[in-house]
């Protein structure tokens, strides 16, 4: 009888043997840890056009023009007084904002009256958009405190306190930063339930019929390989780009096994359902980019429907990306997780308990030849 060991070793040995399963468990992994990143090293998006209406033409709007210009964020697409042609140019996408600087400019500021500039910006790209705003609201503010200067004594007016933004977790504001700490967990999700579904359809394909150390030996396998990609992720990689990491150091090594475990139930569930590899294939094409949505991170939860927010949340993804985001990234305490830790150990323990009916309690019925 072969022992616990024999058969942990012999599901790594058939994880090499399967080139399938091998490239999606492992190989996967690193090959992400170093296309996401390098795919997001700008970190800040630059020479984004927009457009320039300048209706009044003087001095001051051409100081403003000039010093919008050397902004490394923007670059000015055309300078018109025409405010529908700017709007027509930001509609076809030939543009991301127009900057309206209107008539009597000039004369508003030195009376001290408020309002006057515009910013339009385009949504349909929020990060784009983010450093349009970035760029064109420093070259005004700069412009404007310089030319004021000279209107000290004439005039009241005096331009409000600039805000300054001093990010807590994202230092650098950047992009990848911001992006791959979150679709780092979703890649162990993915590679975890795409690899270990497609070796067991594999195995039942052949009709496999599990024992329970087998199946024992099989969780403890994929966990190893899961744990070890968490680290590997939330480690060196977070550190060989300079994202946020180590925030709650000790709560990250809690969660990761709990939230493996979790995907591993699933992974074993949804290989028990399926009549053959290759079909597991469908599923990770139609789900990747939904569960990524529907983890907050691209658009807000509050921004949803309530039905699809309690949706998200019935998702262990949705749990692990959040939880994840706030262990590593923003350093909270481990009870502030709890809820969520309690969430991925209920849900995994039930994927496990299906698993083990379907795969070891119920056995498989072999396809007969014809």
């Known amino acids: 009888m072969k022992s616990f060991f024999d058969y942990y070793i012999q599901t790594f040995k058939n994880i090499f043997a399967n080139s399938s399963v091998f490239t999606t468990l492992i190989a996967a992994i690193l090959l992400y840890s170093f296309f996401y990143p390098t795919a997001y090293k700008a970190q800040t998006a630059e ?20 010093q919008a210009s050397n902004s490394p964020h923007i670059k000015i697409k055309t300078v018109t007084d025409n405010f529908l042609e700017a709007q027509r140019m930001v509609q076809n996408q030939q543009a991301e904002g ?18 006057g500039i515009g910013l339009y910006l385009s949504t349909a790209y929020f990060i784009r958009t983010k450093e349009v705003g970035v760029g064109l609201a420093g070259s005004i503010e700069y412009t404007l405190q310089e030319y004021l200067e000279k209107f000290g004594n004439a005039s009241q007016f005096h331009p409000e ?12 504001s950047g992009y990848g930063s911001y992006i791959f700490p979150a679709v780092a967990s979703l890649i162990i999700h993915q ?87 290759e079909r597991v294939g469908h599923l990770i094409v139609v789900t990747s980019v939904p569960l990524f949505l529907l983890t907050g991170t691209a658009w807000p939860h509050e921004s949803m429907p309530e039905w699809m927010q309690w949706f998200a949340w019935t998702l262990p993804s949705t749990n692990g990306v959040q939880m994840f985001v706030q262990l590593n990234q923003m350093g909270v305490p481990t009870s502030l997780v709890i809820p969520k830790l309690i969430y991925l150990i209920t849900l995994g323990a039930i994927f496990l308990a299906l698993s083990y009916y379907r795969l070891v309690i119920m056995k498989p019925v072999k396809k007969e030849a014809i």
Not at 48 to 56: F, G, K, M, T
């Open 47 to 66: 020479d984004i056009p927009i457009v320039i209406v300048d209706e009044e033409q003087s001095i001051l709007t051409s100081k403003i023009i000039s």
């Open 98 to 115: 127009i900057l309206l600087l209107p008539e009597n400019l000039t004369n508003s500021l030195k009376r001290g009256e408020m309002g």
């Open 191 to 277: 590679t975890i339930l795409l690899g270990l579904a497609m070796l067991i359809a594999s195995y039942r394909e052949n009709g496999w019929a599990a024992k329970p150390i087998e199946f024992w030996a099989t969780f403890t396998a994929i966990f190893t390989i899961g744990c070890l990609g968490c680290l590997y992720l939330f480690g060196f990689t977070f550190w060989l780009y300079e994202y946020p990491h180590g925030g709650n150091f000790w709560g990250m090594l809690l969660a990761v096994p709990i939230y493996v475990s979790c995907i591993i139930g699933l992974g074993m569930l949804v290989g028990s359902l399926v009549d053959m590899p």
């Open 161 to 172: 306190l600039s805000i300054h933004q001093i990010p807590l977790f994202n230092t650098i």
